[in-house]
Every structure is written in structure tokens, then in C-alpha cells.
């Protein structure tokens, strides 16, 4: 079955850091990216970091210089380094392979987030 599993996340305060990690099952990514979204309470996910097959790395602007995307496509896991932490990098954290369309943020079906709560 398609799944993808986050753990890591944890209440922290303003300037701890976390690391998420998240196993994925069931599906290959190819030429795909692998990736991590964030939904706080009330807003929409919003897109935190991408790594691409060759290497190449994306990461929002709000998190850029602080969190740091990794991943191991034989063992199927990407990580997410989060350094710094800010109040506002509270919410849930889900991983994804959007362009397959398998994105737990924008649907839980495909496996459970990680909560991450920064407090100041």
C-alpha cells in the first residue's frame, strides 16, 4: 500500500531545533521530487523544501538558511533538519511526492503528518 509515515516533530522553544523523518512505501519516485508541506491551523499547506533525483534543492523562503531537506531514495526516507525554530514553524508536517499526486498534507489518507510546536 502507498503510504507516507512522518515522525520527529516535538514541542520546543523559539531557537530548538528538530529533526522530522519520513518513510515512504508502496510507490517510486523515479524522476520525481520528494518533499515537505506544513499546515498550521486555519491556513492552507504551504510548501517547506523539495530535493529533486539529481540533488537539486528547493526550500521556501521563511525557512531558508535554517531547515535543511535530506533524503535516501534506496531506503525510501527524506528528513527535514529544522534549525532555529520560530513560533510561526508550529503546525503539522507531512510529506509528499506532489507530482505523482501523493500528498498527505493535502490529503491524510496517505499517512500521518508530525506535529512540530515552537513556543516562545
Known amino acids: 500500500d502507498t503510504e507516507l509515515v512522518g515522525s520527529g516533530g516535538g514541542s520546543v522553544q523559539a531557537g530548538g531545533a528538530l529533526r522530522l523523518s519520513c518513510a515512504y512505501s508502496?510507490?517510486?519516485?523515479?524522476?520525481?521530487?520528494i518533499g515537505w508541506y506544513r499546515k498550521a491551523p486555519g491556513n492552507e499547506c504551504e510548501l517547506v523544501a523539495t530535493a529533486r533525483p539529481d540533488g537539486t534543492l528547493y526550500y521556501a523562503e521563511s525557512v531558508k538558511g535554517r531547515f535543511t531537506i535530506s533524503q535516501d531514495r534506496v531506503k525510501k526516507m527524506v528528513h527535514l533538519h529544522a534549525n532555529s525554530l520560530k513560533p510561526e514553524d508550529t503546525g503539522m508536517y507531512y510529506c509528499a511526492a506532489e507530482e505523482l499526486g501523493i500528498n498527505a498534507c493535502r490529503d491524510p489518507y496517505w499517512g500521518p503528518g508530525t506535529q512540530v510546536t515552537v513556543s516562545s
Open positions: 508502496g510507490f517510486t519516485l523515479g524522476d520525481s521530487d
